[in-house]
């Protein structure tokens, strides 16, 4: 098992225990309303009761009958899960695009007989060692004041089809724009 189906499947382990420490204590409270049900309305009781307990097996396993309830447990606990690594992803992007922002303009700013752009961006590339890091890869596209950075991430996005994707827009004293695709 892969290190993300491991994690997928404690987290619907996870969501699954929470789901059913709710359903009994939605249970115990329904229980402690009716013990207070006449005697002529005992069989109202026991079929409420029978009903919350049918979800349970005597295993403490959710029961064929609660199949889909199980299905969206795992299909919902899926889905967080995906978002949580999507948003990590986009944070972990937006760190390296400002790293590398950081390194254009100091490039910008140096003089070029100190090994600088001495006020242009043109002869800046993104270092061969950041190129591919462990949230994505990083391209550049330079003109003499600007550069448009993209990162595209490892994670899929929120359309479940692409990617993340942030694009940063540069000049020599800031960033002019940045945009989340996914």
């Known amino acids: 098992m892969d290190k993300k189906n491991f994690y997928l499947d404690m987290y619907k382990n996870f969501v699954l225990t929470l789901l059913l420490i709710l359903i009994i204590v939605f249970y115990l409270d329904i229980s402690s309303k009716l013990d207070s049900i006449s005697s002529t309305e005992e069989s109202i009781k026991s079929v409420i009761e029978q009903k919350m307990l049918g979800i349970i097996d005597s295993r ?12 969206f447990v795992d299909d919902f606990s899926e889905k967080v899960y995906n978002a949580s690594l999507a948003s990590a992803n986009r944070d972990g992007l937006t760190a390296d695009l400002l790293n590398l922002a950081a390194m254009a303009q100091q490039y910008y ?3 070029s ?3 600088g752009g001495g006020n242009s961006f043109l002869e800046w590339s993104i270092p061969e060692s950041l190129e591919n890091t462990g949230n994505g ?7 003499s004041d600007r550069i448009i950075l993209i990162g595209i991430g490892n994670e ?13 827009i540069i000049s ?5 724009d940045r945009s989340v695709e996914n």
């Open 60 to 71: 403490g396993e959710i029961n064929s009958e609660s199949e889909s309830l199980k299905s």
């Open 109 to 111: 700013r140096k003089p």
């Open 113 to 115: 007989n100190l090994g």
């Open 137 to 143: 890869k990083y391209l550049a596209k330079i003109s």
């Open 156 to 168: 899929i996005g929120e359309d479940e089809v692409e990617n993340v994707k942030i694009t940063m």
């Open 172 to 176: 020599s004293d800031r960033i002019l």
